[in-house]
């Protein structure tokens, strides 16, 4: 059965530092999304993503974070400068024509 | 959006059938009902979903009243394996649709 990856499963970094969670989405989805969850909270939308550019956002997804599709394969999540209360897990998802979204394990981001 | 909301956690041996009902009084015309699961570290899982009446699948089965304000997901025999959070979810039903997720209900299924 197809499956959403993401690497790396844990990313430990210090604050101010620029981190890349890297996904690789169903192949022949067309939406791609970006959710976070703090430790003990609800799952939170981010960013979604189709047609090789940005379709919405979260007020979460400021300017500090950015997506992209480098390629037919990958889907990134980057964070110029890492704060402290960016540390969560990071879930990337995929879905096709129908709403159901397939989810990635997850990147675990510590930030000290 | 449709605001959900459902029983914080819930408790059940192994065996027996779960049900966990969720409101939203104020669903939309167009809106679809959605059931995720999510284990502990991991990303949530699509369960079941549906517009109205009764939808079953091999994992549960999701009972929509006519008015369509609330709805039950329907786990039969759970086991130890069920622990888990479940969200109940309302929204669209085409791609492109961010899911918003509430606190869920944390399901513990005892021995």
């Known amino acids: 059965e197809p499956e959403v990856t993401q690497t790396p499963s844990h990313q430990v970094t210090q604050m101010g530092q620029e981190v890349i969670l890297r996904c690789v989405p169903i192949?022949?989805?067309?939406?791609f999304y970006w959710y976070r969850q703090i430790l003990g909270q609800k799952v939170e939308f981010l960013v979604s993503?189709?047609?090789?550019?940005?379709?919405?956002k979260s007020e979460i997804f400021d300017d500090q974070f950015s997506v992209e599709r480098p390629d037919g394969s990958n889907f990134t999540l980057k964070i110029r400068s890492t704060k402290l209360e960016d540390s969560a897990m990071y879930f990337c998802?995929?879905?096709?024509?129908?709403?159901?979204?397939?989810f990635g394990p997850g990147t675990r981001l510590t930030v000290l | 959006l449709a605001k959900t909301t459902q029983p914080i956690s819930m408790d059940s041996y192994e065996g027996q059938e779960v049900n966990i009902t969720c409101s939203h009084n104020?669903?939309?015309?167009?809106?679809?009902i959605t059931w995720y699961q999510q284990f502990p570290s991991q990303g949530p899982r699509f369960i079941i979903q549906g517009y109205k009446t009764k939808v079953t699948n091999e994992v549960a089965s999701l009972f929509i009243p006519a008015d369509r304000k609330s709805s039950t997901l329907s786990l039969p025999r759970v086991s130890l394996s069920d622990t888990a959070v479940y969200y109940c979810?309302?929204?669209?039903?085409?791609?492109?649709?961010?899911?918003?997720f509430g606190k869920g209900t944390r399901l513990s299924v005892i021995a």
């Open positions: 104020n669903i939309a015309t167009n809106d679809y």
């Open positions: 979810l309302v929204g669209g039903n085409s791609g492109n649709t961010p899911l918003v």
């Open positions: 998802a995929s879905s096709g024509v129908l709403a159901e979204q397939f």
């Open positions: 993503f189709y047609n090789n550019e940005i379709s919405e």
């Open positions: 192949s022949n989805h067309l939406y």
